[in-house]
């Protein structure tokens, strides 16, 4: 039989890839939190919007909307000390929310009749999301998104009795139920969704409709809530929008007010018969209400049970969705850096408001919207680095950065984050310390856990592509250089699941990449060297033709190819060049993380059509946000799992799926991202090792961004735009601080343009920069402009706002003193800059403007103001998304690199 060789690529590979960017990534919401996150390190919420209500004798905002309290009933005792906390309730959007739950018990697991034990039998909270008007009426539950996780894969495994995950009693969700009960969801426009399975007509397929509306994949629902030894629990629950969650339409104009409503479960049984549940007790009789000391059966939606009498109402204020903007203004299109996500989203009604223009802002990678702006089909670019010859493809792009004059504004000061949330059976872990070589070792699947395994497979050919001590590392806590650094995780036996952004680069990538180059330790194993105890880099992502990138392959039967010496047939892999040359992480600095493992599995087909790879066993996320969400939820998307009953995209039946969320009490998932969706989303982050250092470890602070932007900050060949050097940051600075820049393209606009654009930098420099959570504010996660910088986005903004489009004669010299060369790496050019820039002695240009002379704009393309249409007005809802242009760019995303 001919071998098969282990590098064979899917050829549905790059469609896969350009999928990835077109779909958001959705994994499942945490089904149950064991205890909650230590203090963020970048300040989350404003505290003045936070509550605290009592589940009796509440006298806070809240206390009118909370049901009445009934001292005889057989839950008082249980319950009426009890409080919560809610940080925040007012400018709601997509995020998380800290809960605080006091004046509780602990919660106690229990065995059931038929001997199955639950971890969250008694005492423990559960959490839901409503979108009805009046939070005491009668039929209030029906407005509340609950029992998206009837079904397979729901990440709960046995947490809560099975009968709380439906919104009916188990006798009714049954569609061969006789005289069932419904319990059905309402959306907020206003169809009724049953709560039951339901037969499909003219045939026997038995379905659940209300996942066509949420599931496992989507749904924000948490059933346990577990509580600690001194009554109390902390978790975070994620606030969905209208544009997450159509069916609740938080957010739109009908539905500003939305609610959480907590309901405790304590340790009386609820249920009058099996209307409610039909659980047994040891001698296999029902339950009987008030029972103590019993197991929370019911579904707390149930009005067969009465739980839903103890809930907690907590009013949210959602900021208002979609364009807020007046029909009718100008509206002028920014583009670039995700970094700028966050703070966009807050400060772009609010410039609406102030300025009556509509700034639209769609993200892409920072490189490509250097393109753009350099081919006028933007008007304000925003990235971290400035524009430079050797990212651009063409000679007519040279020419046209040689003819063309920018101004930089700094805009705001934020960071890459290595973002993690990691849960054990004890809880939450919150402290991660990582160095530059532990960190590569992950991004370039070199521990067994991060290359695609089946278990159908011989156990002696697994990962065979690895060295033989990566071998050896079945958890990552078995790395001595992990365990070094974090001897507090000897216990944690889960391994991580690695979110990263892509396959769109970013100039924030860029930084993380060059923090890692910078240790010498990392570089040299990125070069193949080994680590003080032997593990090596994955082959894969050595350089194409070094000695070491070998891989064995395989028989379609799954067996070593040998030759006819026995030995094993080895196939040639490695990193390249589009022109088939090769090139080294340890000194190409990407804008972006490849994945380059190319091994498929199973090596032995079974009863499965194909095998799946890197690509499906660790999906891409979309951008910085979607993977910060990924991980909020626990759900790394991993198709892994082969269902023979799934149809897949060519209509046939047989594909992998999603094995769904990691299970409580053994979560661990690791994200690059950046520092505000950490926050927005609560994860922990990461302290990273200084280059070079073996003891100082900074995780992002506003105090090590401040640090870093005093001892790093360095210039590069275009006076105007200074960087962090994560190789200068030293002391108390986090490496991966980033200031992010408005470029504007002074010789391609218009007048009316640049003064829209002089405005825009103005305030958001400005007004902008106020930390908060209130539309106009500086979100959590970027921290104010330092005078310096303030003072030349100021002079930036009066730079762009007087400046005139100067009339060149045709004979003319337009020479220049030469584009602008980055003395950083160019971003996603993978090769150093080429020397240049200002040639000594040249003076330094004004702040805020390039060195290139500036000869007439063409007049048939400079971008002109539009009036915004009713169909631009409703577009605009979406001129934060990213996925789009992410599928537009994809060719451009390793543009000159090849994976072998």
Not at 132 to 161: H, I, K, M, Q
Not at 541 to 547: F, R
Not at 660 to 666: C, D, E, I, K, P
Request: glycine share 8%; with cysteine; proline share 6%.
């Amino acid at each position: 039989m001919t071998p098969r060789r282990a590098t064979r690529r899917d050829p549905l590979a790059l469609s896969l890839t350009r999928i990835a960017c077109l779909v958001l990534a959705a994994g499942s919401v945490v089904g149950m939190f064991l205890v909650a996150p230590g203090s963020a390190t970048l300040a989350r919420a404003d505290a003045s919007s936070a509550i605290t209500v009592k589940w009796a004798n509440d006298s806070s905002s809240a206390s009118s909307f909370q049901p009445a309290r009934d001292p005889a009933s057989v839950h008082y005792a249980g319950f009426k000390n009890l409080a919560v906390k809610i940080e925040q309730t007012t400018g709601i959007t997509n995020q998380a929310l800290q809960v605080d739950i006091s004046g509780f018990a602990a919660t106690k697991q229990a065995t059931d009749a038929n001997g199955d034990t639950w971890s969250s039998a008694e005492n423990f909270f559960q959490a839901m999301q409503c979108w009805g008007p009046d939070p005491l009426a009668a039929d209030f539950n029906e407005t509340c998104e609950w029992g998206g996780r009837y079904a397979n894969n729901n990440g709960l495994n046995r947490s809560v009795y099975l009968d709380n995950i439906p919104r009916v009693a188990a006798k009714d969700i049954q569609a061969s139920a006789l005289n069932a009960t419904d319990v059905p969801f309402r959306t907020s426009g206003g169809t009724s969704v049953t709560g039951r399975q339901v037969i499909q007509a003219g045939s026997s397929t038995v379905t659940y409709p209300l996942l066509d509306y949420f599931g496992p994949a989507t749904t924000n629902e948490v059933q346990s809530v577990r509580i600690n030894g001194d009554g109390t629990g902390v978790f975070n629950f994620e606030a969905q929008t209208s544009e997450e969650a159509p069916q609740l339409g938080c957010g739109t104009a009908e539905h500003l007010r939305c609610w959480l409503v907590l309901v405790p479960r304590g340790t009386v049984y609820g249920g009058h018969d099996n209307s409610c549940s039909d659980i047994l007790d040891g001698s296999y009789n029902p339950f009987t209400y008030g029972r103590p000391n019993s197991i929370q059966a019911g579904s707390p939606v149930n009005p067969g049970c009465d739980y839903w009498s103890n809930r907690i109402n907590i009013p949210l204020d959602f900021n208002a969705t979609g364009s807020t903007c007046a029909r009718g203004n100008t509206e002028r299109r920014l583009v670039g850096s995700q970094l700028l996500v966050g703070a966009m989203a807050s400060w772009q009604p609010q410039l609406c408001d102030d300025l009556k223009t509509t700034f639209s802002f769609a993200t892409n990678p920072d490189s490509v919207a250097r393109q753009q702006l350099l081919d006028q089909q933007a008007g304000l670019a925003f990235s971290s680095f400035p524009i430079v010859g050797s990212e651009l493809d063409s000679q007519l792009g040279v020419t046209e950065l040689a003819n063309s004059k920018f101004s930089y504004a700094p805009i705001t000061v934020t960071s890459a984050d290595v973002a993690f949330f990691a849960e054990g059976t004890d809880g939450r872990v919150n402290d991660l310390h990582l160095s530059p070589r532990l960190l590569a070792k992950l991004l370039t699947q070199s521990y067994r856990f991060l290359v695609p395994s089946s278990a159908s497979d011989d156990s002696s050919k697994k990962y065979l592509q690895l060295g033989t001590v990566n071998r050896t590392y079945a958890y990552l806590n078995q790395d001595p250089d992990f365990r070094a650094l974090n001897p507090n995780w000897a216990q944690f036996s889960s391994n991580p699941a690695i979110v990263i952004p892509g396959p769109a680069g970013a100039d924030a990538i860029r930084q993380v990449w060059k923090w890692i180059q910078a240790d010498k330790e990392a570089a040299a194993w990125l070069a193949g060297a080994p680590d003080d105890w032997g593990m090596t880099i994955n082959p894969y992502y050595l350089p194409k033709g070094d000695a070491r990138a070998m891989v064995p392959t395989f028989t379609e039967a799954g067996a070593l190819a040998l030759d006819s010496n026995g030995a094993s047939i080895l196939n040639p892999v490695g990193l390249s060049n589009a022109d088939s040359s090769p090139f080294a992480l340890s000194k190409t600095t990407l804008d972006n993380f490849p994945k380059g493992d190319d091994s498929h599995v199973p090596l032995k087909l079974n009863i499965e059509r194909y095998r799946f790879g890197t690509l499906q066993s660790a999906p891409y996320s979309d951008n910085f946000l979607s993977a910060a969400r990924t991980v909020f939820r626990a759900d790394p998307g991993a198709k892994t799992v082969w269902d023979p009953t799934a149809i897949n995209a060519a209509g046939v039946a047989g594909d992998w799926v999603s094995g769904g969320a990691q299970v409580a009490g053994q979560r661990f998932m690791i994200a690059i991202t950046d520092a505000p969706s950490a926050r927005r989303y609560a994860l922990s982050s990461a302290a990273l090792r200084l280059d070079n250092s073996t003891t100082k470890f900074v995780a992002p602070t506003a105090d090590s961004l401040s640090a870093a932007l005093d001892s790093a900050l360095t210039a590069t060949s275009e006076p105007a735009v200074q960087q962090i050097d994560p190789a200068k940051v030293v002391d108390a600075g986090y490496p991966l601080t980033a200031v992010v820049y408005a470029t504007v393209n002074l010789t391609g606009s218009d007048a009316a343009a640049r003064t829209d654009f002089s405005r825009f930098i103005a305030q958001v420099t400005t007004k902008g920069q106020v930390p908060g959570t209130q539309l106009g504010e500086l979100p959590p996660g970027y921290i104010p402009l330092t005078p310096a910088l303030a003072g030349q986005a100021a002079a930036a903004s009066a730079a762009v706002a007087s400046f005139v489009t100067p009339t060149v004669p045709a004979s003319a010299d337009s020479s220049s003193n030469g584009y602008a060369q980055d003395s950083f790496t160019a971003a996603g050019s993978g090769a150093s800059a080429a020397s240049g820039g200002l040639a000594s002695g040249s003076q330094r240009p004004g702040i805020g403007a390039s060195s290139s002379p500036a000869p007439t704009a063409s007049n048939g393309r400079t971008p002109t103001a539009t009036n915004v249409s009713p169909i631009a007005q409703m577009a605009l809802s979406g001129s934060l998304a990213t996925g789009l242009s992410g599928a537009l760019f994809a060719p451009l995303l390793f543009r000159g690199r090849r994976l072998r």
